[in-house]
């Protein structure tokens, strides 16, 4: 349904791939491809504004840019700032708690609302366990009852009606008492659409709310229809006031934009998603992996990393180069010390590494944070000059150095001497791994 915003930003990273650093130029491309597929999805257009000054705001700061992955944090945020226009957290179905929980079904005519309620029945008792009472009150529309009655016998679950000669006020009503007689915990009451909205079929719905107080209104709209959905969304939650939102056909050849703009202008959030004709096709509505699923993150995700490993590639080599000669620098150090540390709180990082979160004790051993800040403040302190060529180091550049970051010459001798080892590894782990590739491998 997305392929555009996916297509277009995969195009761009394509580009950014090969470069060692994404620059606020690169930014702000990525930003103008998002603006025009969400566009091209048919989002509202105010709601693409908001989004992208928002996505803006966040990406195109210091953060990013001194980041060594700006590519990969921009997505990041246009991920969440998906999520969050679709509603953050996945929004949950009202329980009632003196049951039965009174469910209505509204929305225009073909919309998807019979359909959908005999597919919220099958999905609460085969997953919530519950036993809901489906309600006829769609009288206008010839075998809307039928049609109910027809979806009732497919599950095996009741359906309550009363003909169509009967008012649907009369019909919501007494399907709820008939609940509470048969102790069924849910009632969905499907109510008549029109082609559009009107007052006659407004009124006939405040009506129903006004009888059965229902603790659920949910609007089920057709996300082929895209703008309309949202226009249909909002004039809906004038009137009667809406909970959440089913938002049906997200199977067809849709565009989308319905999806990433309905929660955004009528503050509703999307409940549940409709995925195509049979009754089992209706799914809880999660704005992380719809958000997921617009970006195609799981390939847009891959090409960052890629893009990734050829800057650090690059980078490394020069490192191992440096090392080879042993004119290793304070400044490349520090340089580590923030790739490090741009990747976030370094427990965390270890935690999210196979196998990290079993070797406790090495994590406590070698993760310090404050060590690391100790080291960093030292380094800071070093002039220019000391930093590129640590072999000046004195006594008195020491003292200054202690007291500049704080901390003690014995912390500066500790640190000195780890850089010395340091470097002498990296000498030692350079030529053997130059042995290796000479020789015709072990093993
Ligand atoms: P109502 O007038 O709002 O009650 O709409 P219906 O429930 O009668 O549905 C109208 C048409 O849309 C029917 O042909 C349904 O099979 C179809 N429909 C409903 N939901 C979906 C969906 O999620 N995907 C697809 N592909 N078709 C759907
Ligand atoms: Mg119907």
């Known amino acids: 349904a997305f392929e555009g915003l996916a297509e277009r930003l995969q195009g761009t990273l394509d580009r950014i791939k090969g470069r060692g650093k994404v620059s606020e130029a690169d930014v702000k491309e990525m930003m103008r491809e998002v603006r025009l597929a969400l566009l091209e999805a048919d989002v509202n257009f105010k709601v693409v504004k908001q989004f992208i000054n928002r996505v803006k705001e966040r990406a195109v700061g210091q953060e990013v840019m001194k980041s060594l992955t700006p590519g990969q944090q921009v997505i990041k945020v246009v991920n969440e700032e998906l999520q969050e226009l679709m509603g953050g957290e996945q929004s949950k179905i009202a329980h009632a708690q003196k049951p039965p ?43 809307a009852i039928k049609q109910l009655e027809t979806l009732g016998e497919q599950l095996n679950m009741p359906v309550f009606s009363l003909g169509d ?23 969905l009451i499907d109510t008549a659409g029109r082609l559009h909205v009107d007052e006659d079929l407004m009124d006939e719905l405040l009506q129903i709310k006004e009888k059965v107080n229902p603790d659920e209104i949910l609007l089920v709209v057709d996300a082929m229809t895209g703008q309309d959905a949202v226009n249909v969304a909002e004039s809906f939650n004038e009137q009667l006031g ?37 009754i089992d096709q209706l799914e809880p509505f999660h704005p992380e992996r719809m958000a997921s699923r617009i970006l195609g993150m799981g390939d847009v995700l891959s090409l960052i ?18 090392m080879r000669n042993a004119d290793l620098t304070f400044d490349d150090f520090l340089e580590q010390l923030e790739q490090v540390r741009s990747m976030g709180p370094l427990d965390e990082l270890l935690n999210m590494m196979p196998g990290m979160n079993k070797m406790k004790g090495l994590k406590n051993a070698q993760v310090d944070e404050s060590q690391i800040g100790r080291v960093e403040a030292i380094v800071r302190s070093m002039t220019k000059d000391e930093k590129q060529n640590p072999s000046l180091m004195n006594a008195s550049r020491k003292r200054r150095i202690a007291k500049g970051s704080g901390t003690t010459i014995q912390d500066v001798n500790r640190l000195l001497k780890q850089f010395e080892d340091m470097k002498k590894m990296m000498k030692q782990m350079s030529s053997m791994q130059k042995g290796k590739k000479k020789g015709k491998g072990g093993f």
């Open 101 to 143: 929980t009174v469910v209505m079904m509204v929305g225009l005519q073909g919309a998807g609302k019979t359909t959908s309620t005999a597919k919220l029945a099958n999905h609460l008792r085969k997953k919530h366990n519950r036993q809901p009472l489906m309600a006829a009150a769609d009288i206008y529309r010839p075998a």
């Open 165 to 187: 000669q009967v008012s649907p006020v009369d019909i919501a009503s007494q399907a709820v008492d008939k609940a509470k007689e048969e102790h069924n915990d849910y009632v």
């Open 242 to 278: 809406l909970t959440g939102v089913i938002l049906t056909k997200l199977d067809g050849d849709t565009r989308g934009g319905a999806a990433l703009s309905v929660k955004a202008v009528t503050d509703t959030p999307i409940k549940f998603a409709g995925m195509g004709e049979k």
């Open 305 to 322: 990393e890629k893009a990734q490993t050829n800057v650090d590639e690059e980078r490394a080599k020069e490192l191992e180069k440096k």
